[in-house]
């Protein structure tokens, strides 16, 4: 479970740890208990409550476990928001370092009411004012499942709970800083509770009616995308969401089918701003090329597409020496992947060509290729636009060269300038780039 040394989390923790005592009793295979911890080192006191966490569980006799982390708000992100996507990263990583199925959280029905009303003034969407879930899956890891308990348990009871059993915690002096918006709601709310004496049920009631309505839509979604994801064509690839289906549907199914498409890939969900930009570059507008960052993804257009790419990073420019040797397989991780080599003696490479020495770089310009023995010879670029490769790929995609000659180029395939009676033995030869997820390009 996640323990930070707040009331809550530590009230939670004393609780479980009663519970599966209660239950072991008979039991042949008791239930493990992990804490885990997170050292945000955003407060001077954060080597203080790690020591306060680790002395607490082996008062206890909880293994513990903690992960430090740093915290870099992404580009339109606050501290708040940083820190929390930090948190989670670091506890799914220790939940998979610990092989941990069950990840319990101390929220409460006040956290509940000031996550809902917080979406609220910021004018989130259905999924949004549907609150934070009892139960859900981990996007990136589904066999690890965040539950939440206490979301129909109010502060004042945990406060009683933790009074009765003399309980001690830490306190966080940033909860008392009104710069961050939940702490200023949260100093409203006494105010607004004097008056509405029924908010925290009814605004509960209200996010259990939206989640409803969010479900509703989540299942018609899938099974639109059903029939508009495809999976990535290369490593650089996670997927593809088929741009002509998905700009038929209306704004708001559509805008469900790709929202349930990022998070199927594990990232969060865009804002309604964000996604109203998504929407707007990737569906309306069809010139150019568009790439927009999103939580570690690049979403992109190509043709009748959307793709869901990794990062590439700066491409490769150097050209590299290679000395083929008659192996399967030839690594470059300059160039961040591999050649194959496969016996082909009908159309492959002479033999004889790839004993010379090698080169694999980058274009330099003018270069043309022939794709089909007896074909015409094509610009790179005409050809790789007939193959449909984006040009933000190409740079990419690796040329393989006997002295000056071209003998392959990564994305199209082989240089077929030899004749079918060239003598054997001969290669077919491919490229394998490393990547989320490997595959052959041809």
Known sequence: ???????????????????????????????????????????????????FCAGLCQDWGVEYRAARVTVVPAHGEGLEAAARRARYQALTELCEQHNVGWLLFGHHLDDQVETVLMRLFRGSGVHGLAGMPALRRLAERRDIVLLRPWLEI???????????????????????????ARNALRQQLPGLLAAFPALRANVAQAAAHLAE???????????????????????????????????????????????????DLGVRAPSVARLAAMRAQLIEHRGGEPALPHDGLVLRRFRSRVLAC?????????????????QGSLPVPAWRGELRFTRDDTFGVPEAVLRQPLTLGPRSGGERIVLRPGGPARALKQAYQEAAVPAWRRPYLPLLRAGEQIVFAAGLGMHRRWLDAAPAPRWRVEWHAWGPQPGPLP
């Open 1 to 51: 479970m996640a323990l930070s040394g707040g009331r809550d989390s530590v009230a939670l923790l004393h609780a479980t740890r009663a519970a599966l005592a209660a239950t072991r009793v008979g039991e042949a295979e008791p239930v493990p208990l992990l804490a885990l911890h997170v050292h945000h080192g955003l407060q001077a006191q954060a080597d203080e409550w790690d020591r």
């Open 154 to 180: 109010e502060r004042r009871d945990i406060e009683a709970y933790c009074l009765a059993h003399g309980l001690r915690w830490i306190d966080d002096p940033s909860n008392d800083d009104t710069r961050f």
């Open 213 to 263: 309505a969010a479900h509703a839509l989540d299942a018609l979604a899938a099974r639109q995308l059903a029939a508009l994801a495809h999976p990535g064509r290369d490593a650089a690839t996670l997927a593809e969401l088929d741009l002509d289906g998905l700009g038929a549907l209306p704004a708001a199914q559509g805008d469900a089918v790709l929202r349930l498409w990022l998070r």
């Open 310 to 326: 990794m990062p590439p990073g700066a491409p490769p420019t150097e050209a590299v020496a290679l000395q083929w040797a008659g």
